[in-house]
């Protein structure tokens, strides 16, 4: 009888030993944390270009789609579609034919309007002047209007 009670408890134990203990095997696996993807970035903003007056126009198609997270198209050239996120106004206008710094601008056909003694090239995002608009992210629906007066 006593070797039955010892063998029972022997047999309990060891039943709850192996469920209790961990595989093992477990502890070694690589822990995988879902982390949610960046959403890719998917809006329009505006821009317009003025030099001494006159509009410029971007209806040429080497302006067109020439990024795939930042660029205009033909039907309406005016208008950006942004795909990337944290797109800058300098990261936009580096994918043209064309140059905008802070102080100069070079035209796609080679025209140069630098701020001097008398004009000045001003940037101005949603009707605010903003000197540093080039560094700004473009964000929704924003209008960027570079002057050159």
């Not at 982390?35 to 030099?51: G, L």
């Not at 205009?72 to 050239?77: E, Y």
Request: proline fraction near 7%; include cysteine; charge should be positive.
């Amino acid at each position: 009888m006593k070797i039955a009670l010892v063998l029972l408890a022997l047999a309990t134990a060891t039943t709850i030993f192996f469920l209790i203990k961990k595989p093992e095997t477990a502890s070694k696996l690589p822990v995988t944390i879902a982390t949610p993807s960046p959403k890719p970035a998917n809006f329009n903003a505006s821009f317009e270009i003025y030099t001494n007056g006159t509009k410029r126009i971007f209806t040429d198609t080497k302006y067109h789609n020439l990024s795939k997270n930042v660029y205009i198209s033909s039907p309406n050239p005016g208008i950006i579609y942004v795909k990337g996120e944290g797109v800058t106004w300098t990261d936009f206008f580096s994918t043209l034919p064309m140059k905008v710094a802070k102080d100069c601008l070079t035209t796609g056909t080679g025209q140069v309007f630098c701020t001097n003694e008398t004009k000045t090239l001003k940037f101005f995002v949603n009707g605010s002047e903003d000197p540093d608009a080039l560094d700004r992210k473009i964000n929704p629906n924003d209008n960027l209007v570079v002057k050159y007066q």
